[in-house]
DNA sequence: AATAAATTGTAGCCATGGCTACATCTTTTA
DNA sequence: TAAAAGATGTAGCCATGGCTACAATTTATT
C-alpha cells in the first residue's frame, strides 16, 4: 500500500497533515484498499454509503440515472481524486448516483463514522482531518452556488460574458487558456452548442471579446459585466 | 440570554444535544448575542467572516450584488434560521453576499474556530457539533443539486414535471400543497410566469395534472416521467 | 359590504435560441 | 501522406417561451 501514499497525499482531506504521519493515519481510520476489475461497480443508485472514496489507480465514473431511464455520465474521477464525501454527510447517506470503474482500478475507503469520530487517543490529525472535510464541503457549496448563478441568468450572452468574467478572475488575466471545448463548454452552460458559437462570434464582432481555439481575450470589461443584468 | 434558549435548541447545530448542556457549550464556545436596529449591517459582501450565525430575534437579509450593481434578496431569515455556516466553511471565508437586518434583531455569534476545534477539555457535545456542522453542509449540497438539476432540465414542461414530482415525492402523496405562489414559483424554476401559468394549463388541458390554486394533484405520473427526457 | 390591492389566467406578438445540415479546419490513425 | 474522425463555425427554419396587456378571481383593508 505505501507506494500508493504520493497519490494519496495529494487528496485535500490529508491537507496540512505531515506525511510521515499519513501511514499511523490510515490504520487508525481503518482505511481499506480494494481492486476493482474493469466495468464493476462501486455502488448502486439508492444504496446508502458509509465510506468516502478515494480514487488511487484508475478511472471512476459518477453515472446519474434520471427517473425517465437514461443514463448520463456526471463525472470521470482520476487518481487522488475523492468522492462520496457529499453522501456519507448527509442525514441518510442515500446515493442518488452510480459508481462503477472504468477500467482496472484501485478505490481507497475510508469510514466516515472514523473520520467525524475522534479516536480514542485523540490524536491531533483527526482534529485537522475534520477540519479539512468540512473545508472540502465547504468549497463545494461555492462551486454549485457558483453553478446556479451561471444557469439562472437570462440570455446566451450574460452566460457566456458571466463564465468568461469569472474564468478571467480566477486567472487574475484578461487573456487566458479555457479548459473545455465548445461541446462541453455548451453543456455547462446548459445551451446548444450552435447557438453558443453563433453568439461568440456575434461578441467578436461587437468587440467585446477576442479568441482563437481555447485561447480567449477580453476587449471591453465594462461591456461584458453589462450583460448581465 | 436563557430566554432565547429555546429558540436557539431549534437549530440543527445543536441537534441531539441535551438541552441542559446549551449553556455551559455556548461558554465554552464563546457565543455572543448582539442587538442590531432596523437596517444595520452584519456584513458586506467581501468581508472575511469567522463567525456563524444564528437569529434569535427580528429578521435576516441576505442580499446578492451582481457585478452589473443591482441587488438581489436571495433569503429571509426568522428566528432560529443559521447563515454564513457556508462561508466561514471555506478556505479564504470572503462573503459573496451582505448580511442585514430588516427590523431590529438579535443575533447569535459563535466563532467557527470554536466549533470544529475541539476545546481544551473535549467536551462529548463538541464531537456531536461538528458532526452536525457537517451533515448541515452536506444537506445544503443535497438541496444545492437538486436545483441544478431542475434548472439544466430543457423546456418548461420538464421543469414543471420534475418539480411537481419532487414535492410529490416528498410529501408521499399524489394530492399536495405546494407553499409558494406563482410568481414565486416561476421564479424558482427560473421562467416567466405567464409562460409557466400556460403550461400549466395545457397540462391541466392534457388531463396528466390538475391544481386549483395552490392545490396539485398528479394524474398520470408516468405521463409526468416521460416529460424529463 | 365595498373598495383596493394582489394574485392568477389568457391571448397575441415576436425575439431568442434549438435543431438540421453542411462547410471548414484540426487532429488522429493507418 | 492519405484518409478518417473529430472539433468548430455558419446559415436557415421554426418552436419555445418571454413580454405586454388585460380579464378574472382571490385576498386584504377600510
Redesign the pocket.
Known amino acids: 500500500m505505501d507506494k500508493y501514499y504520493p497519490t494519496i497525499e495529494e487528496s485535500f482531506l490529508f491537507n496540512e497533515i505531515d506525511k510521515k504521519s499519513i501511514d499511523h493515519l490510515l490504520k487508525c481510520l481503518g482505511a481499506e484498499l480494494k481492486n476493482y476489475d474493469k466495468d464493476e461497480y462501486l455502488f448502486l443508485t439508492g444504496d446508502k454509503i458509509n465510506n468516502i472514496g478515494i480514487v488511487v489507480e484508475g478511472i471512476v465514473e459518477i453515472i446519474k440515472e434520471s427517473l425517465a431511464g437514461d443514463r448520463h455520465i456526471i463525472a470521470f474521477l482520476e487518481a487522488s481524486d475523492m468522492f462520496a464525501e457529499g453522501i456519507v454527510s448527509t442525514i441518510n447517506k442515500i446515493s442518488p448516483v452510480t459508481a462503477r470503474v472504468q477500467a482496472n482500478s484501485k478505490v481507497l475507503w475510508i469510514p466516515y463514522d472514523k473520520i467525524i469520530r475522534a479516536c480514542g487517543n485523540v490524536c491531533d490529525f483527526h482534529l485537522i482531518l475534520i477540519q479539512n472535510m468540512i473545508t472540502i464541503l465547504g468549497e463545494k457549496n461555492v462551486i454549485l452556488n457558483k453553478k446556479i448563478e451561471l444557469l439562472t441568468l ?5 452566460k457566456i460574458a458571466k463564465h468568461l468574467l469569472n474564468e478571467s478572475y480566477d486567472k487574475g488575466k484578461q487573456t487566458f487558456q479555457i479548459v473545455l ?3 462541453e463548454l455548451a453543456d455547462y452552460l ?12 456575434r461578441m467578436k464582432e461587437d468587440g467585446v471579446i477576442d ?1 482563437y ?2 485561447s480567449f481575450k477580453i476587449l471591453k470589461e465594462e461591456e461584458l459585466i453589462k450583460c448581465l443584468d
Chains 1, 2 share one sequence.
Open positions: 437570462k440570455g446566451m450572452r450574460a471545448n465548445r461541446l446548459n445551451v446548444s452548442r450552435t447557438s453558443m458559437c453563433r453568439e461568440l462570434s479568441y481555439g481555447k
